[in-house]
């Protein structure tokens, strides 16, 4: 009975863009992508979509038909553009994600041998194209249609192997330095293309997390270079990305401001309420449900009780909140859990928002 | 002489926490030529300056890419001084053996790496399985190698129920009381650990050495 005063009033992406743009809007939007679930509401198994646009779209598409999504999303994610380039990738055929098998910079000196892929050819940058504009084309007059890729130094450690990158930093930063670079260049051929279609684009660079290496380290190697991605994409796509970091990013959360990205996607282990204060008044916030004990092992009570957590600390931040996960949805997670949460957003995330709606 | 000795251990350590392979080299090599114990080297020297980037590590003071490298040199140094160890008589004991691994379906294997560089230094024998492996492949090594612990990673959701899955293995098969079970990730929590009934859940490499001694206490 309740549920049925619940309409919403605005389409994903007016509600999207209003808060964004700092206008009255609806609800608090709900900004979990849906890939695994979607797929087994659609009857199509996610190792199919890998090499099908058609299937990419369609899951997207039963994503917020059935599912109820307010974004959509196609892209190369963590290993794509490396996998362009020449990193092979490996495609469990049963619950588990993608992974990389071989990296394509075995030595140093094979860099000169790569070359920036070509979006239309190169390994699955086809596919998501293919699938963007097939979503852009029936469902983004009304939801956001983004496209995610991974920041140049989580493609880098992809291109050369995590350890041996890392090790990179210290052993021949003038190697890092143009791996990155390549990484960069490689990334916004990509980003080009998306544009095009008129689909957005968001970052992850989880390898770049605080866990991974140190504050200082993430100025002078990944910084620079998400700097540089963040004002390809605002120029190209018209939309500063959002842009998520894995771990504790607390040490570099005025950097994430600092490249430019209109959101910032935050870890469960981060307290909302700090960064609303810290960077607050500078970006929206999105985040940051537990993925793992709520979403993955908790109830729909659980998942209710989480959202209000959330919403309480982010509701009244200057820039805007999103509710969302602290990082992926995890491939197990039941589609209750995942509807209690868009539930959530509608029900204690309702205009006026007043902090008694979410205790 | 004694003075000399205990300056070229520290300044090995130091080599070790200074990320300096070269040095670690170098120095190694004196210590041989010096005539000097290649056992208390290691343990005075290398492992002692492992520990010291293990905790700076847990300050955060160091990251991934300061104890790979620490690592490297720690490695270095052993290369130049294993071929001396003595083989101990009477006094040699048995290193408490671990077997450690990614469970099934995970590759990520960064944080396994270092609990094993950890744990190694620390004294232990470790028995690494790699990535991507069988519940049972655990359990087999480990009872195959009669290792008191069982050490297993994983960093993504998809995975974690084959940690689970040890354990219930270990109970059918009526030996979980044989081994410890500790077990460490990204998305693996206290809460989790509890709930599968592991023996210990360690937040990061550092803190799995320390809980590795607790659970192996009178054992090692």
């Given amino acids: 009975m309740a549920i049925l005063s619940l309409r919403d009033e605005m389409t994903p992406k007016e509600r999207l863009e209003a808060v964004l743009n700092g206008r009255p809007y609806d609800r608090v939007p709900c900004g979990v992508v849906i890939h695994n679930q979607a797929g087994k509401v659609a009857g199509i198994p996610h190792w199919e979509c890998y090499f099908s646009s058609e299937k990419t779209a369609q899951t997207q598409i039963a994503a917020h038909n059935i599912l109820g999504a307010e974004a959509v999303a196609a892209g190369p994610g963590l290993p794509g553009i490396a996998e362009a380039v020449g990193s092979i990738v490996y495609y469990p055929k049963e619950e588990n994600s993608p992974y990389i098998m071989e990296v394509a910079v075995k030595q140093p000196a094979d860099l000169d041998q790569l070359k920036i892929p070509n979006p239309w050819l190169d390994g699955r940058l086809p596919i998501h194209l293919g699938a963007l504009q097939i979503l852009v084309d029936r469902l983004g007059d009304f939801v956001p249609v983004t496209s ?3 920041g140049p130094f989580t493609t880098a450690a992809n291109i050369r192997g995590t350890e041996d990158f890392l090790r990179e930093l210290y052993r021949n930063p003038e190697f890092a330095h143009r791996l990155l670079q390549f990484s960069l260049e490689s990334t916004i051929a990509y980003v080009k293309e998306v544009a095009k279609l008129g689909a957005k684009v968001s970052i992850a660079d989880p390898t770049a997390s605080p866990t991974l290496i140190s504050p200082k380290q993430f100025r002078e190697f990944a910084f620079p270079y998400l700097r540089e991605l963040v004002a390809m994409i605002r120029q190209l796509t018209g939309s500063a990305p959002s842009l998520h970091i894995c771990g504790n990013t607390t040490k570099i959360w005025q950097d994430m401001v600092a490249t430019g990205a209109g959101i910032l996607s935050l870890d469960d282990t981060i307290d909302l309420a700090a960064a609303k204060k810290a960077v607050g008044e500078e970006v929206t916030l999105f985040g940051n449900v537990k993925p793992t004990a709520t979403m993955y092992l908790g109830t729909p009570k659980d998942v209710r009780q989480d959202a209000k957590e959330c919403l309480a600390k ?15 949805l995890p491939m197990g997670a ?12 509608r029900e204690f995330g309702r205009y006026p928002l007043r902090l008694s709606n979410f205790s | 002489m004694a003075n000399n000795k205990e300056e070229l251990l520290k300044q090995l350590a130091d080599a070790v926490v200074d990320m300096d392979e070269e040095k670690a080299v170098e120095l190694a090599q004196i210590i041989v030529a010096e005539g000097i114990d290649a056992y208390e080297a290691i343990e005075k020297g290398l492992s002692a300056g492992m520990e010291v980037a293990g905790r700076l590590f847990e300050e955060e003071e160091y990251f991934i890419p300061e104890l790979l ?8 140094g052993l290369g130049v001084l294993k071929p001396h160890l003595k083989a101990k008589e009477g006094a040699a004991e048995e290193k408490v053996k671990v ?8 590759t990520h294997d960064i944080g396994k790496n270092l ?8 004294g232990y024998e470790i028995i690494d399985l790699g990535r991507d492996i069988s519940p049972q492949k655990f359990i087999d090594a480990a009872k195959e190698q009669d290792a008191k612990i069982i050490a297993i990673s994983t960093l993504m959701t998809t995975t974690m129920d084959g940690l689970a899955e040890v354990i219930r293995l270990l109970r059918q098969q009526d030996i979980r009381e044989q081994f410890k079970v500790m077990v460490g990730g990204a998305p693996v929590s206290q809460a989790f650990a509890d709930k599968i009934g592991a023996d210990s859940y360690a937040v990061n490499a550092a803190t799995a050495v320390r809980l590795a001694r607790q659970l192996t206490d009178g054992v090692a």
């Fill in chain 1, 148 to 150: 995610n890729v991974a």
């Fill in chain 2, 115 to 122: 609990v094993k560089i950890l744990l190694e230094t620390s």
């Fill in chain 2, 99 to 106: 077997v450690i691994g990614v469970i099934e379906g995970d």
């Fill in chain 2, 69 to 76: 490298m620490c690592s490297d040199a720690m490695y270095a």
């Fill in chain 1, 334 to 345: 039941p589609v209750e859990n995942i509807q209690a949460l868009f539930q959530a957003a």
């Fill in chain 1, 314 to 328: 982010g509701y009244d931040n200057p820039k805007g909140y999103i509710l969302s996960l602290g990082c992926g």
